[in-house]
Antibody, heavy 120, light 107 residues
């Protein structure tokens, strides 16, 4: 069965770089059609899609943050890593990883999310 | 970027009520639209994809319709477990985007 779990620091300081890891099981990201995204949600706010990496290593980023984001995968470890540079208080949010398009044309499977606070 | 506008932003309803939520896209997205339900402190759950296809395991009281720029999700008879926030999301083009959410509250 498909599972995803996010991990990373709960607290980062302004200007620091955030590194989040999504560790998954039940599928291989090297299999054709697999696509994994990062999505965030500030407290009390809507969801915001951040980035996606595909089985063929194609990468896509949201427009407003593309200069600060980098997504990569390690298929041997079943992990996807998201880095976000120059963190600011406005980046405080719960960060989710989610798998797209396994059973549908949507985010079928989600991790539980990991909260990140940006504060000095 | 494609903007998704949900209305209303919140709705007060009672168990048994019919609830309708609208999502409008800033440009045509064909049927590349999904609906999610989110409860406090939990990850979103996929309800409907491709505008009208019910995800496996989702109760049939949920239904979706629409194409192009106008989409609707309907809960035919609201149940206690349906009080939550609902989001639409488009996959027509990058960047993928979500609507602002609709909170279904107890009347």
């Amino acid at each position: 069965q498909v599972t995803l779990k996010e991990s990373g620091p709960a607290l980062v300081k302004p200007t620091e770089t955030l590194t989040l890891t999504c560790t998954f099981s039940g599928f291989s990201l090297s299999s054709s059609g697999m696509r994994l995204s990062w999505i965030r949600q500030p407290p009390g706010q809507p969801l915001e899609w951040l980035a996606r990496i595909d089985w063929d290593d194609d990468k896509f980023y949201t427009t407003s943050l593309k200069d600060r984001l980098h997504i990569s995968k390690d298929t041997s470890k079943n992990q996807v890593v998201l880095t976000m540079t120059n963190m600011a208080p406005g980046d405080t949010a719960t960060y989710y990883c989610a798998l797209y398009g396994v059973l549908s044309y949507a985010f079928d499977f989600w991790g539980q999310g990991t909260p990140v606070t940006v504060s000095s | 970027d494609i903007q998704l506008t949900q209305s209303p932003s919140s709705v007060s309803a009672s168990v048994g009520d019919r609830v309708t939520i609208t999502c409008r896209a800033s440009q045509s997205i064909s049927t590349w639209l999904a609906w999610y339900q989110q409860k406090p402190g939990k990850a979103p759950k996929l309800l409907i994809h491709s505008a009208s296809i019910l995800q496996s395991g989702v109760p049939s009281r949920f239904s979706g319709s629409g194409s192009g720029t106008h989409f609707i999700i309907t809960i035919s008879s609201l149940q206690p477990e349906d009080f939550a926030t609902y989001y639409c999301q488009q996959s027509d083009r990058f960047p993928l985007t979500f609507g602002g959410g609709t909170q279904v509250e107890v009347k």
